[in-house]
T-cell receptor, first 109, second 115 residues
C-alpha cells in the first residue's frame, strides 16, 4: 500500500467542520484512497473512499488534490460521536488494507 | 444495512488451549480477512482468503493459526495453542470483490484474553 502521513491528533469543537489531512505522495495512479475510523473498542468503520474526483456521502466528504499527493477528509459538522481514530489508507494491492497510526480526533462540547 | 458479525464478543482462555473465533461475512462477499489489534497498538493484517484458500498472509500468521470456511456462511480463525501474546481484539472483514474500489467491511471484533 502507498505510504500515508497523518497528524497524530487533532481537536475540533462540536458542530464545527473538521478537515483531516493526509499526505500520500507515493500513491500510484490506480490506488484508491480509503478512510476508515475506529471508535474505542469497536472495529474499523468505513467512512469514504475515492480515486481522483471529490466524493461525498452521508458521513463525510473527501477532497483529493489534483496531483493526488494528498487528500482531506471533511466532516461538515462534528459531533461528540465523531471522536475516533481516523485512518487514511492508500490501497495498492486490492487485497488488503494496511493501517497506520491514524489521527486521533477529539471533539470538544 | 448488511454487516459482518463475529462471535464470541469476548473469550478468556488458558494458555495452550485452542480457540476458534467465528465470523459471518456479508452474504454476497467473496473475499474474507482476519485482522488483529493488540491493546494500544495498530490494526494488523493477519490473512486474506478467497475461493477456499489463503490468498495472502502476514508474518504473524504462523503455523499456530488456521482459517476455514466450513460452510457457505461462516469463516473461522483457529489458534491451535494460545500464547499470552495472542491476547488481542480480532476483527473479521469481508469485501465483494478484489478491486481496490470495493469497500472492506469489518465486524465489531472478538476480544481474546489468554491467561
Amino acid at each position: 500500500d502507498a505510504k500515508t502521513t497523518q497528524p497524530n491528533s487533532m481537536e475540533s469543537n462540536e458542530e464545527e467542520p473538521v478537515h483531516l489531512p493526509c499526505n500520500h505522495s507515493t500513491i500510484s495512479g490506480t490506488d484508491y484512497i480509503h478512510w476508515y475510523r475506529q471508535l474505542p473498542s469497536q472495529g474499523p468503520e468505513y467512512v469514504i473512499h475515492g480515486l481522483t474526483s471529490n466524493v461525498n456521502n452521508r458521513m463525510a466528504s473527501l477532497a483529493i488534490a489534483e496531483d493526488r499527493k494528498s487528500s482531506t477528509l471533511i466532516l461538515h459538522r462534528a459531533t461528540l460521536r465523531d471522536a475516533a481514530v481516523y485512518y487514511c489508507i492508500g490501497e495498492t494491492s486490492g487485497s488488503r488494507l494496511t493501517f497506520g497510526e491514524g489521527t486521533q480526533l477529539t471533539v470538544n462540547p | 444495512e448488511p454487516e459482518v458479525t463475529q462471535t464470541p464478543s469476548h473469550q478468556v482462555t488458558q494458555m495452550g488451549q485452542e480457540v476458534i473465533l467465528r465470523c459471518v461475512p456479508i452474504s454476497n462477499h467473496l473475499y474474507f480477512y482476519w485482522y488483529r489489534q493488540i491493546l494500544g497498538q495498530k490494526v494488523e493484517f493477519l490473512v486474506s482468503f478467497y475461493n477456499n484458500e489463503i490468498s495472502e498472509k502476514s508474518e504473524i500468521f504462523d503455523d499456530q493459526f488456521s482459517v476455514e470456511r466450513p460452510d457457505g456462511s461462516n469463516f473461522t480463525l483457529k489458534i491451535r495453542s494460545t500464547k499470552l501474546e495472542d491476547s488481542a481484539m480480532y476483527f473479521c472483514a469481508s469485501r465483494a470483490g478484489s478491486h481496490s474500489g470495493n469497500t472492506i467491511y469489518f465486524g465489531e471484533g472478538s476480544w481474546l484474553t489468554v491467561v
